[in-house]
């Protein structure tokens, strides 16, 4: 890529606007964006884009939170400078990170709706078609911040990220949900699920860089307050949507959803529901759908 001086000029100026537009317009244009199968209708909506910085306190809260091994952005730079480029990270000023949610089509939302056991096809080629783009898409913003000066690491395509098992089913070394509720993107709720202001139904990625980006403000009181049934003791529609029993109202059982997405749907992948399932798995995302929170936050009657 060649970068012209206006280029150069609009990211020093404005990296968060910079960013944030680049993101959205690869997503716009993207082929990979769109569903063959239907018609090349595109996959994801409008993306959602916040920043948080690694002096961001909240980053060593999720070693406690989530586990010891839960990486700092600076974690995450420090092993892809000394892993993969074989560099001194001592030099490492600031590290930023830009948290990036991709909200799934309604047509697609609308479909999953209709379904009470397994996911429709579209949600099932969303699964892995949207991916396919998501690593398109945190690739090319890492490639344009190094054509641009700066080091830039996708942590959950380094080779240093990895699963674990905890007590209560797996766990990553960079979780994503967690990332975009640093980064003011949204907050939790019962299903796990995470809930913006374009709904619960995405998916999501995010990419580090020892660039300064102004944070983005974290609007939400606490980090389940977009859940109806935290907030106001209602609601609780995730519970019924799930079709396994994973969600509770103690909240999501992650063994049993693992079940439930690789065991129970399995006869989804051998043509039970229709042909033309892709991936290792069908996919789920009932408890994404048909629910208060599909689309939007939504709105909190009274709180408890
Ligand atoms: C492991 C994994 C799973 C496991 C376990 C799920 C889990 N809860 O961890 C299984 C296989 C069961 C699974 C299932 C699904 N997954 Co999954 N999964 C992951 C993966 C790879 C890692 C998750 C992780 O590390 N979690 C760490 C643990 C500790 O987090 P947690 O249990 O969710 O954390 C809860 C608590 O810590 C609590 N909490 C308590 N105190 C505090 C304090 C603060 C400040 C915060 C923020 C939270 C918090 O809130 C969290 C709720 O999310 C991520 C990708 C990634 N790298 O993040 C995708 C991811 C979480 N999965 C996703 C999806 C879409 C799904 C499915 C719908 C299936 C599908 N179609 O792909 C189902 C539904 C799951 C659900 N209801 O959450 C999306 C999330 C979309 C969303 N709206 O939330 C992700 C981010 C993938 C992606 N690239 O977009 N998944």
Redesign the pocket.
Known sequence: MDMDEHTKHRFRDQPARFLTESIEEYTWSSPLNRLPAFDSTPIFETPLVGFASDDDP?FM??KS???DF?LTPREAMTSYLTETLGNNPSELRTVSVISIV?PISRETRLSNRREIQG?SLR?NH??WQG?EF?TELSNHIASLLRELGQYAVVP?LAPF?Q?RE?P????????????A??AGLG???L?????TPKG??????SVVTNLEIPPTHRPYP???SNCLFHTTGTCGR?IKRCPGG??TEKG?D??R??EI??TEQKPWMEGAHGEGYIGTYA???L??TKVPCEGGIPPLPKRK
């Open positions: 909240i809260e999720y939170i989530i586990a839960h991709l996911p949600w969303t699964r991916q998501i959950e990220f699963m905890l209560d089913g797996l766990a990553s070394v960079w979780s994503q949900r967690h990332i509720y640093a907050t939790v709720g299903s796990d699920g995470f809930i619960i139904a995405l998916r999501c990625t606490d980090h389940y995730c994973a969600i999501h992650k063994k959803c693992l997405l690789i996919g789920c995302g408890c994404q």
